[in-house]
């Protein structure tokens, strides 16, 4: 297995767990199991990178997570001081007692446009009429309506998104943050994308959602995944779960080998026969029946020898974007909690807050202290924050140096008003390369890539990064799990891991 983020972890124990015939080892670069789902620690406070909300419309996935982390039956931290009140797993355990449990929270994120706070997705509050104003909301509705009535043919992201929420909404809301997280305007984005990230996500959606808590129960599990309100969270963050993960895999026989990047893919009468991995000791040549990766599929082809140019060239121009997450450490924040909603030294009760001002490059802030209390050291008394931008690998922002990099992300915080400029007392940058596969460019031709990869009968390739797909966490898993599946059955072809995260409806029902 080559690759230790979810998608290895859940194939390599999905291997193991009632099968005695099976030898699994796996293959990881880094140093920390997790791959983007990591929890790194610092300073005795954690940051999650990219952030997780741990929510599936598959059961197999909620009971997996569950087996693994079982739901609260008590009350954490937080919601002891605040006196909130939540339905708990009956018989679950108690997170201040123990600390393999799954925390219940509650979904908050706002997004923050031309100094001013937004439901994220927009909701229909006067609040948000206030906020835009008017005229602005008429003439949001008056493109909405257009939009029904007169369709755009889907060829790239922008029409995908004006078909769903018109021109204006989208100019707002959409236009900017795209280009900033892809560094491309969304017209060069292909509309695959948003059928996987926002499927049945439209203002209908929103006002169906809204229509449904005013006049009916409230029932997540019909929700628009945008939508949810509750998601469960590891105390101590994703990596403790997927840290757990490979611990059951060494004690039912599996091998970690940590710092063991493969370089290099052999194969012989159409079967991948062994890698060659770089480590610490220079280099070792690891044989197996069946590969499965989840590392970028760009790198896996180019590994292998004997490609055709015309594959290759399809591998060399996969695009990617990376990832810096900076851990500010602070006081307190500016930013009043107007909510309802109660919080820890009553702060907002954001988990996210989306950036969508073309104003600066950050493009979300996370808010560990709602993630969970237990990611923060001393959560009554300082904000843990995590400030979320998206580059390419070498460009000028990814170069800069840590303290250049603070420094930048200090002084955009201080411009949004979020925080004093001397509110910063500790923090921390974190780089994740190929943390977004991108679809443009040769993504076009992926199919190719695709039909010459599954000519190798014993090679399976899984996770964001090993079908350049943008799941979630809960896809990945699932091309694993049905990987694991195949090869627990003799099964070479490969078409239910590739159905994973194609159905339209995938959103919308259970």
Excluded at 37 to 61: A, C, E, L, P
Excluded at 413 to 428: G, N, P, Q, T, Y
Aim: hydrophobic share 35%; aromatic share 12%.
């Amino acid at each position: 297995m080559i690759g230790g983020g979810p998608a290895g972890l859940t194939a390599g124990y999905e291997l193991l767990k009632d099968n005695d015939d099976i030898k699994v080892t796996i293959l990881e670069e880094s140093k920390s199991l997790g791959g983007i789902s990591q929890t790194v620690r610092y300073h005795g406070n954690r940051m999650d990178i990219g952030g997780h909300r741990f929510f599936s419309k598959d059961d197999t996935i909620m009971k997996w997570w569950s087996d693994m982390l079982p739901v609260q039956g008590k009350p954490s931290y937080d919601d002891k001081v605040l006196g909130r009140e939540k339905e708990f797993a009956k018989g679950g355990p108690d997170p201040e007692k123990e600390d393999e449990v799954m925390l219940v929270r509650e979904r908050v994120s706002r997004i923050y446009y031309n100094r001013h706070f937004f439901d994220y997705p927009i909701s229909m509050k006067p609040e948000t009429i206030k906020n835009m104003g008017l005229f602005t909301t008429f003439k949001a509705g008056m493109s909405y309506l257009g939009s029904c009535i007169k369709k755009r043919p889907e060829t790239n992201l922008e029409n995908f998104y004006i078909n769903r929420f018109g021109k204006v909404l989208y100019s707002m809301f959409f236009e900017g943050y795209t280009e900033k997280l892809w560094g491309r305007h969304p017209r060069e984005i292909s509309a695959d994308w948003g059928a996987q990230r926002v499927k049945g996500l439209s203002i209908r959606a929103i006002i169906k959602d809204i229509f449904s808590k005013i006049f009916g129960k409230k029932d997540n599990s019909n929700a628009e995944t945008s939508l949810i309100e509750q998601f469960w969270y590891p105390k101590y963050g994703p990596g403790q779960l997927w840290e757990l993960t490979g611990e059951k895999i060494k004690e039912k026989g599996g091998s970690i080998l940590f710092e063991h990047s493969v370089k290099k893919i052999n194969k012989k009468d159409g079967k991948i026969v062994s890698v060659v991995c770089a480590t610490s000791e220079g280099e070792k040549e690891i044989s197996g029946d069946v590969f499965i990766s989840s590392m970028p599929v760009k790198n896996l082809v180019e590994g292998m020898n004997d490609v055709p140019d015309d594959i290759m060239d399809v591998a060399v121009g996969l695009p990617y974007r990376d990832f810096v997450t900076v851990g500010l450490l602070v006081k307190k924040l500016e930013l009043v909690n107007k909510t309802d909603k109660k919080t820890l030294s009553d702060i907002v009760p954001d988990c996210w807050i989306y950036v969508q001002d073309k104003g600066y490059k950050l493009g979300r802030i996370q808010i560990f202290n709602n993630w969970s209390p237990y990611m923060v050291e001393k959560p009554e008394d300082t904000v843990w924050i995590g400030l979320e931008y998206f580059c390419a690998e070498g460009d000028e922002f990814w170069n800069m140096t840590d303290e250049e990099c603070i420094a930048f992300a200090k002084d955009e915080l201080v411009r949004m008003e979020v925080i004093k400029s001397d509110a910063v007392f500790d923090a921390h940058r974190e780089r994740v390369k190929k943390a977004y596969p991108a679809y443009f460019d040769i993504y076009s031709d992926f199919d190719k890539l695709v039909t010459y990869l599954d000519g190798y009968d014993n090679l399976f390739y899984v996770g964001r990064n090993g079908q350049h797909r943008y799941n979630n966490m809960d896809h990945s898993m699932l091309t694993a799990i049905n990987t694991a599946k195949a090869i627990k059955d003799n099964v070479t072809d490969k078409t239910n891991i590739w159905n994973v995260n194609t159905e339209k409806e995938y959103h919308e029902s259970k």
